[in-house]
């Protein structure tokens, strides 16, 4: 059974930094292209950043693109977001995506991918 349960979100000033964990069980993470989304009741949910399982490509929303860095961490089955130079319209509550479809390429729709975390929620005072 495949589980993510994200961590690190808080209060931070604009300009400030975070760093979100996923922490994932599962069989062959190693093989899965994870992402993060954000998202807040009553909002469209947004792509933020995707890391494939082959060969660590990356992808990043052009609103994080720079300030935002996507990793992972196949032995601790861990993926994480670090966020720098956070800005207000950061805040929003922040998801750890699984794709477990060994497709080639990342995706920026959520609908392709399998499970979610709970959320952890990253708010910005400006």
């Known amino acids: 059974q495949v589980q993510l349960v994200e961590s690190g979100g808080g209060h931070v000033q604009a300009g400030g930094s975070l760093r979100l964990s996923c922490a994932a069980s599962?069989?062959?993470?190693?093989?899965?292209?994870m992402g993060w989304f954000r998202h807040t009741p009553g909002r469209n949910g947004e792509f933020v950043a995707a890391?494939?399982?082959?060969?660590?490509?990356?992808d990043y929303a052009d609103s994080v693109k720079g300030r935002f860095t996507i990793s992972r961490d196949n032995a601790k089955a861990a993926v994480y977001l670090q966020m720098n130079n956070l800005k207000s319209e950061d805040t929003d509550v922040y998801y750890c995506?699984?794709?477990?479809?060994?497709?080639?390429?990342?995706?920026?729709?959520?609908?392709?991918?399998?499970?979610w975390g709970q959320g952890t929620q990253v708010t910005t005072a400006s």
């Open positions: 890391i494939g399982w082959k060969d660590g490509v990356t």
């Open positions: 995506a699984a794709d477990l479809s060994v497709r080639d390429t990342t995706s920026r729709f959520g609908n392709d991918y399998d499970y």
């Open positions: 599962g069989y062959r993470f190693n093989f899965w292209n």
